[in-house]
Structure formats: C-alpha cells, structure tokens
C-alpha cells in the first residue's frame, strides 16, 4: 500500500538538525534500495520532505518513519496518510 508522508518540524533551530543530516541522508538511501522508500521530495514552498512509502499498513509507515534519525532525535515528525488508485477514470465508461 502507498503512503504519502509529509514532514513536520518540531523545532526551528537550524543548528539542531546538523549533527543528523549525514546519518538522515544514508537512512533515507538505504530505504530507497529496499524498495520501502520509492519517492523523496523537498517541498518547493517551504524546506521539508515529502515521502512516498511502500508498506503493508499505517504501522509499519509510521515504524520506518520512526527509524529516521531526525524523526528519531525528537525534530521531526510527519503526518502519514494512506493512498488508493484513483477510481474516477471509471466514469468515463459509464454509460447513461
């Protein structure tokens, strides 16, 4: 199942975040070669991730969310929320 995660800071002290860049960067690659991280963005409008997760279910999303060591660190958290296709194509078959 397909989850859109979308990050929250929980501080605004650029300093704090520096120590775990390094260490966020290589998690985040890691998932990406196990599959579970399939897409990653910044948003355009503001500096924060914008993640596309490939898991079972909402717990797991929110375990390999919590394996980020900024997430871990307490400085960022993200709001998870579950993906479905797009159904609405089927209306141009309707007939009526």
Known sequence: ???LALERELTHDPDAFQPY??????????????GVLRECYFRAD????V??????????????????PLVSAGLI????LPLTPYT?????????
């Open 1 to 3: 199942m397909k989850f």
């Open 21 to 34: 860049l390094r260490a966020e960067a290589e998690r985040a690659w890691a998932l990406y070669q196990t």
């Open 46 to 49: 503001q500096h924060t991730a």
């Open 51 to 68: 993640l596309i997760l490939e898991c079972a279910d909402t717990a797991e999303a929110h375990e390999i969310l919590a394996s980020l």
């Open 77 to 80: 958290a993200f709001d998870v």
């Open 88 to 96: 609405g194509f089927a209306r141009l078959f309707e007939r009526g």
